[in-house]
């Protein structure tokens, strides 16, 4: 079992930044490959990001990319997201998430083997 959880959501306004962070406990983490999904009202679960089991790729869904980086640290059994420039419509429950292995490309959400509780993040306009 690997047990994950999510901090460092909130509110913020349009423009602004968030850093999200995922702690990871309970197997070796780095045997794992780590992504971000969000979940938006009303709406579907879907992929943000992911990244490698050693930190070197990582792969992000197109609009998002310039805007998000997805970070991890091994040492630490942490993965991050920071996001900038953030928009309304970027206003969503985030969600980590892990599998084994390495899958740097778009993650579907019956692929991921533990998820993380949540982080709400709004972003006012």
């Known amino acids: 079992q690997v047990q994950l959880v999510e901090s460092g959501g909130g509110l913020v306004q349009a423009g602004g930044s968030l850093r999200l962070s995922c702690a990871a406990s309970?197997?070796?983490?780095?045997?794992?490959?780590m992504a971000w999904f969000r979940q938006a009202p009303g709406k579907e679960r879907e992929f943000v990001a992911t990244?490698?089991?050693?930190?070197?790729?990582?792969y992000y869904v197109d609009f998002m990319k310039g805007r998000f980086t997805i970070s991890r640290d091994n040492a630490k059994n942490t993965a991050s997201l920071q996001m900038n420039s953030l928009k309304p419509e970027d206003t969503a429950v985030y969600f980590c998430?892990?599998?084994?292995?390495?899958?740097?490309?778009?993650?579907?959400?019956?692929?991921?083997?533990?998820w993380g509780q949540g982080t709400q993040v709004t972003v006012s306009s």
């Open positions: 990244i490698s089991r050693g930190g070197l790729r990582s």
């Open positions: 998430a892990a599998r084994p292995g390495d899958y740097v490309t778009k993650w579907r959400a019956g692929d991921v083997a533990y």
């Open positions: 309970g197997r070796t983490f780095s045997n794992f490959g």
